[in-house]
Nanobody, 127 residues
């Protein structure tokens, strides 16, 4: 599986941005898809994830209520809609795919459980 993230850029605080991640392959719905982010000087952290069917989602507390993850299995694409952006949201955002991952809290937030990673897209939120 190859993942290609896009949609990053510069936005003012309070603004919105949508990230996309296109995946190759024919079994996209078998993958839990996640978005992680890494700010300068910090470790990569979980942001949001969505089950293969799209029925289940989970968010980090820091983005809950502001970010929405969704997927279109017909287009092999996962999205991250980010609203009410804050300067602390500035980071490189990575999409990731986990094949047939058992949906538990511990599993879905752990980067090591994701098998494939996109190249990352930079989101900069100015104050």
């Amino acid at each position: 599986v190859q993942l290609q993230a896009s949609g990053g850029g510069l936005v003012q605080a309070g603004g919105s941005m949508r990230l996309s991640c296109a995946a190759s392959g024919r079994t996209f719905s078998s993958y839990v898809m996640g978005w992680f982010r890494q700010a300068p000087g910090k470790e990569r952290e979980f942001a949001a994830t969505i089950s293969g069917s799209g029925v289940s989602t989970h968010y980090a507390d820091s983005v809950k209520g502001r970010f929405t993850i969704s997927r279109d299995n017909a287009r092999n694409t996962v999205y991250l809609q980010m609203n009410s952006l804050r300067p602390e949201d500035t980071a490189v955002y990575y999409c990731a795919a986990a094949f047939n991952l058992w949906w538990t809290h511990y599993n879905i937030i752990r980067p090591a459980n994701y098998d494939y990673w996109g190249q990352g897209t930079l989101v900069t939120v100015s104050s």
